[in-house]
């Protein structure tokens, strides 16, 4: 059975920093791409950032570069968002993404639930 869970959510001030986790099992996570989406209310879900199945390769929204860093640890079939500088515009709900695909083909999608990010002072 799959399943994706995050976690790592809070309440946090300007500037601060967070770090978000995201397990999975239920599939073969080391040939997924992971990636990390986040959804502010009355606004779409929107990429933040994205990385390949071994970790060689990652990419980031331009709103984020510079101040977040995705990672992961196959062994333990974790993905991380290092979020620091934070701004109230990144208050919305984080969600964990699993992706396989190859040549057009999807062979897997999965979410998470979401985690809740609140930036205020």
């Known amino acids: 059975q799959v399943h994706v869970a995050e976690s790592g959510g809070g309440l946090v001030q300007p500037g601060g920093s967070l770090r978000l986790s995201c397990a999975a099992s239920?599939?073969?996570?080391?040939?997924?791409?992971m990636s990390w989406y986040r959804q502010a209310p009355g606004k779409e879900r929107e990429l933040v950032a994205g990385?390949?199945?071994?970790?060689?390769?990652?990419n980031y929204a331009d709103s984020v570069k510079g101040r977040f860093t995705i990672s992961r640890d196959n062994a333990k079939n974790t993905v991380y968002l290092q979020m620091s500088s934070l701004k109230p515009e990144d208050t919305a709900v984080y969600y964990c993404?699993?992706?396989?695909?190859?040549?057009?083909?999807?062979?897997?999608?999965?979410w998470g639930q979401g985690t809740q990010v609140t930036v205020s002072s």
């Open positions: 993404n699993a992706h396989k695909e190859r040549l057009g083909v999807v062979f897997g999608d999965h």
């Open positions: 990385i390949t199945n071994h970790g060689s390769s990652t």
């Open positions: 239920g599939f073969t996570f080391n040939s997924y791409f």
